[in-house]
């Protein structure tokens, strides 16, 4: 035989042995030509292995244009002119959100750092309007008429704070705010009352006890008041008298609680560190703004600034599932009793994990992208057989076989992930170009568009192309499938991307 590339071409297969009568052994299927002595070869076999680069990709690509042609042609049997499914739907997938990773930008940098402190520590977000079934889980845990009269207090101050907000800017919208105050008070009472009932205590006892917890809770509030807030602090010594200040009255509050009430001990000490951490992100809001002083004109990055400085931003109070209680990893974890310690540690390290990724992602926009992109294509192959099963479901009646529904499936998928990377692509032009012609803008928004409303319809066409079903038959099907596909697909792009934000 003769020489390529300087080497001999073996006249017995270098596998098998077999006698060789062309390119490729008919005995076991091997090349001739050797890739490790033949570097022209063994970059064809890598865009081949990978793309299968001999005129299938591209007939592949052309026939996905028309609506289930491929699709029923490759379960027809015509499956040596098509990249197999699989394969396909892979590596358009990588692809498609590889260049999405590269078009997509967030501009998340702010100069604004809104911090907000209240006079018992952290802030908290005010309040929104709640039903009363809501409101009676809040007052759940509250064992006596002294803790339910201080979530009663908590609760309404506010719900007050966000009445006076929009009072001011919305007044039409007053209404939620007044009737969720009504809720709070009906639950509370209903509690009372759970209480009062419970231990057989008298009218008279009852309106004694609340008369009493309300005068205390009125005393801690004027004593708050008389001193003022971190955040009126304008330089870290009167930040460190007015934190000193405070800590001493939440410390003293500490130690009049017995030791026996717990939890009251343990959410007086979140109080408490919650009290320097507000301090804490006060102080760096300080030392912020003498660095954007004297560096004047300079671009400040938020990202920069909190990992120099410290953050800035305090509103990080955490409740799960209903509880009123704020989330602590040490001072209030969440545990499930059924469960052993070491699995109630690893839950309290996850949720510690993503309440610091939050925050950072509150500083930074584009990670929650990332996030969400990140988990696109993971929840798209975790999802393409059950979009099968789906199918199978649907036409049980049909005699195909999951496979078929499963080779439909990734067709479909392949074709979805198509479109989004030529939206992606669009989307790169559409940055490049519109800022020098705004002409152009347009243009790029009709494609978009016109991407956007051809999916919904393309895969409606390659279900009756595929099925051969009617077309109401088919349309009732396709919504239910559709249907119950997008929220599962939700669902798990949702459960994806959190679990890549605790992982962050």
């Known amino acids: 035989m003769s020489t390529s590339a300087g080497h001999d071409v073996p006249t017995h297969c270098e596998n098998c042995g077999a006698p060789l009568q062309g390119h490729y052994c008919h005995y076991c299927g091997q090349s001739v030509l050797n890739p490790i002595r033949n570097a022209t070869h063994a970059l064809e076999e890598v865009f081949e292995a990978f793309w299968h680069l001999d005129g299938r990709i591209f007939r592949t690509l052309r026939d996905l244009l028309w609506p289930g042609r491929v699709a029923v042609n490759y379960i027809a049997g015509q499956r040596a002119k098509y990249v197999a499914p699989l394969r396909l739907f892979v590596v358009l997938s990588v692809l498609t959100f590889f260049v999405a990773q590269l078009v997509i930008h967030v501009d998340s940098e702010s100069t604004s750092s809104g911090v907000q402190f209240l006079d018992e520590g952290a802030s908290r977000e005010p309040a929104q309007a709640r039903k009363v079934n809501r409101e009676s889980r809040k007052f759940a845990d509250a064992d006596t008429i002294a803790e339910v009269e201080k979530v009663r207090a908590r609760e309404l101050a506010d719900l007050a704070e966000g009445l006076e907000a929009v009072s001011t800017m919305l007044p039409h919208v007053r209404k939620p705010f007044e009737i969720a105050m009504q809720d709070v008070n009906a639950a509370a009472d209903r509690r009372i009352e759970a209480i009062r009932t419970e231990f057989g205590l008298s009218a008279e006892e009852v309106d004694r006890r609340k008369r009493e917890a309300r005068a205390e809770l009125q005393t801690k509030a004027t004593a708050a008041k008389a001193i003022p807030s971190m955040e009126k602090a304008q330089n870290l010594g009167d930040l460190e008298r007015l934190r000193n200040e405070r800590l001493e009255r939440q410390r003293a509050e500490l130690a009049a609680i017995p030791a026996a009430q717990e939890r009251q001990r343990k959410l007086q000490l979140v109080e408490i560190r919650e009290t320097n951490q507000a301090a804490g992100c006060r102080a760096a809001k300080l030392q912020i703004d003498v660095a954007t002083a004297t560096e004047t004109g300079l671009h400040r990055k938020a990202t920069d600034d909190a990992r120099v400085y410290g953050d800035t931003n305090c509103d990080g109070r955490l409740t799960l599932f209903g509880s009123n209680d704020p989330w602590d990893e040490e001072l209030n974890p969440l545990t499930f009793s059924w469960a052993p310690a070491f699995f109630n540690t690893w839950v309290n390290k996850q949720i510690a994990h993503g309440k610091e990724n939050v925050a950072r992602m509150q500083r930074d926009v584009g990670l929650w992208v990332r996030a969400m992109l990140g988990a696109v294509p993971s929840a798209l192959f975790l999802l393409v057989p059950v979009f099968a099963l789906l199918l199978k479901l649907a036409y049980l009646g049909s005699g195909r076989l999951y496979l078929e529904h499963l080779v439909v499936a990734l067709y479909s998928h392949a074709w979805l992930c198509l479109s989004l990377l030529a939206f992606f692509l669009v989307m790169a032009l559409d940055n490049a170009i519109t800022p020098h012609w705004a002409a152009f803008g347009w243009i790029t928004g009709f494609i978009e568009f016109a991407l956007w ?41 949702g459960f994806l991307a959190l679990a890549s934000i605790v992982r962050m």
């Open 453 to 493: 409303a051809w999916m919904p319809v393309y895969l409606w066409l390659m279900q009756k192309r595929v099925y051969g079903n009617g077309w109401l038959v088919t349309t009732v099907r396709y919504l239910v499938i559709g249907n119950l596909y997008f929220v599962l697909l939700g669902f798990m792009v």
